[in-house]
């Protein structure tokens, strides 16, 4: 009888029979248990999955505000470029317009050439003046 006893306690105390709760561990199979010691497997998933919401959201609002500190930064940038343009065709309206009649004939030479197919008399003449053309406008551009 005692013997059946010794057997029965020596595999309660193995490492992979252990007893569901000890009060005195504190500890399940090597998992930790909270202190309340009364927390079920579905109140342990609640916890968890609060924990892992609270994270998400938390990287949901650096990811929120990192996007909209880019979001500033480009709009202050391209408003000053903006700024610059208007106020460098306002103090040079001559070259502005050429550049701008440059930049539409390059434009449209560069749709043009796109719907042709192969390379045509056409193309062999409209590559060279496109480049004079863009050439125009970076030398008004450097000054």
Not at 18 to 23: F, K, V
Not at 68 to 77: G, V
């Amino acid at each position: 009888m005692e013997s059946k006893k010794n057997l029965s306690n020596e595999r309660d105390r193995t490492p992979g029979n252990a007893p569901e709760s000890s009060p005195t561990s504190g500890q399940t199979s090597g998992q930790t248990r909270p202190t309340s010691g009364t927390s079920t497997a579905p109140q342990r998933a609640r916890e968890l999955g609060n924990e892992i919401g609270s994270s998400a959201q938390q990287v949901y609002d650096q990811t929120r505000q990192a996007v909209n500190n880019a979001y500033e930064k480009t709009s202050e940038t391209l408003t000053n470029t903006y700024d610059q343009a208007m106020s460098y065709g306002r103090e040079h309206p001559g070259q502005l317009t050429l550049i701008a009649f440059g930049a539409g004939i390059g434009i449209g030479l560069l749709l043009a050439s796109g719907f042709g197919g192969g390379r045509t008399r056409s193309t062999r003449i409209i590559e060279p003046v496109g480049n004079a053309l863009t050439q125009i406008a970076m030398e008004l551009f450097r000054r």
